[in-house]
Structure formats: C-alpha cells, structure tokens
C-alpha cells in the first residue's frame, strides 16, 4: 500500500470537534506549508435537538459541513470513519483503523481529544482521546503489532509529537493563533447544523474570549491551548 505522508493527523470524535479544539493552528500549519489530514470518527448523527431531522439525513448534512470547513481551512483530506455516534469504544478493530492511518500518512504530529479531561466529558471524545494514543503507542511504531500490516506494506511509524486539546488541567503548551483566528471562526460556521439559529454571535465571542486567556503570559492576543508530548523514543 502506497505512503500518503502528511505532516499532521487529527483524530476529531465528531463533525465540528476540530474546528473548536485546533482549527486555528490546523490554519497556521498549512501557511506554513504542512500538509494536514483530518480523520473524522463518527458522523454525529444524534447531534440535533430538531425531533423533524433524521439521523442518516443529519449525518449526510454534517459530513458536507466538515468537508466544506476543511476546505477553507486547507485541509488536504477527510477521512471518515463512519461510526455511531455516541457509540465509540475501545475496541481492537477501532485502534487497529488508527494504526493503519498513521502507518498509511506516517505523520510527524498527532492531534485529538484529551481523554484524561476530568468528570464530565463526552464519551466519544474520551474514547478518541484513548485509542488513538494507543495506536501511537506501542501500536503504530512495534514492528510485530499487527503482522498483516507488513504484508501489505505498512511498515511502523514513530510519531514525533501529540497534541491534546481541551486538556484545562494540563496545558503546556500555547498556540499563537491571532492570524489565523478569523480562519477557526470561517470554519466553525461551516457548522451551520450545530452552530447556527443565531447562536454563533455568542459562541465567537465566548471564543474570543476564551483564546485571549489562554495567551496570558504569552506575547501574542489569541491562542489554542494543549497538552504536548513530544516523543523521544
């Protein structure tokens, strides 16, 4: 099987989940000339209070709104996964889908959830979070993890970097994204299914409020906060 190298891989629960945790540095990362790929893992069909909308119409609906946000954003391409919403768990066969993506792109960073967010958090984001370290480590990277990759080709991949978004307990990390702000929101509004009937004015302004407390400290206005690992094997 064919190497696809990409730069970055982001791991998003559902529609719209990366735009709200990285949309802005995915943003920054393609001026610089990375190559972003964006793995999608379920089609956030339950994501609706509209008892008129059906789960298979609203999935179609959000899969072109992730589509249309990547495209503004520079995304290279959407991978998606088509599980159940709410419906994530830690299974083999879905870390196993993990390992093959990041033996497939072979990215240098890696970006999800942070599965370690306490108390309440959705199921879908902890489990994310989870697997796709999993699949970091030890999975993508040891040689005999899965014997049938080798056979088609898909040798082992040591990541160098993972980010974590919405680690409020943990940051270490802070993203400048003050350039490329306006970008996240472009793209948030993509989301017309989760963001819009006239909720998006406040939305981007808890937003913008929120970007400029996570640059305090910092000597730029707005950030994206995470936790970092850099991995040195």
């Not at 629960?13 to 972003?36: I, L, M, Q, S, Y």
């Not at 830690?90 to 990041?102: A, G």
């Not at 792109?105 to 796709?132: E, F, K, L, N, S």
Request: charged share 30%.
């Amino acid at each position: 099987m064919a190497v696809k190298k990409a730069h970055v891989m982001v791991v998003t629960p559902h529609p719209d989940d990366a735009e709200f945790g990285v949309a802005g540095t995915v943003a920054r990362w393609v001026k610089e000339g990375k190559d972003v790929i964006y793995v999608v893992c379920t089609d956030g069909e339950k994501g609706t209070d509209d008892i008129n909308l059906k789960p298979a119409q609203l999935a179609r609906i959000r899969e072109q709104e992730q589509l249309a946000a990547a495209r503004l954003l520079g995304v290279r391409e959407v991978i998606f996964l088509h599980h159940e919403d709410q419906g994530l768990e830690d299974t083999p066969d879905f870390r196993k889908e993990i390992v093959r993506l990041i033996r497939i792109y072979r990215p240098d960073i890696m970006v999800t959830a942070d599965p370690y967010r306490r108390y309440v958090w959705h199921r879908d984001h902890r489990i994310t979070g989870q697997v796709t370290l999993d699949a970091v480590f030890p999975y993508a990277r040891d040689l005999f993890a899965y014997p049938d990759f080798l056979e088609e080709g898909l040798q082992p991949h040591r990541v160098k970097e993972v980010w974590l978004w919405a680690s409020l307990d943990a940051i270490n990390h802070r993203s400048d994204v003050t350039d490329t702000f306006d970008i996240k929101l472009a793209a948030l509004r993509c989301h017309e299914s989760q963001v819009g009937n006239n909720r998006f004015p406040r939305l981007e302004n808890w937003l913008r409020q929120r970007a400029k407390s996570m640059a305090e400290g910092e000597n730029f206005e707005l950030a994206e906060a995470f936790h970092r690992v850099e991995l040195t094997w």
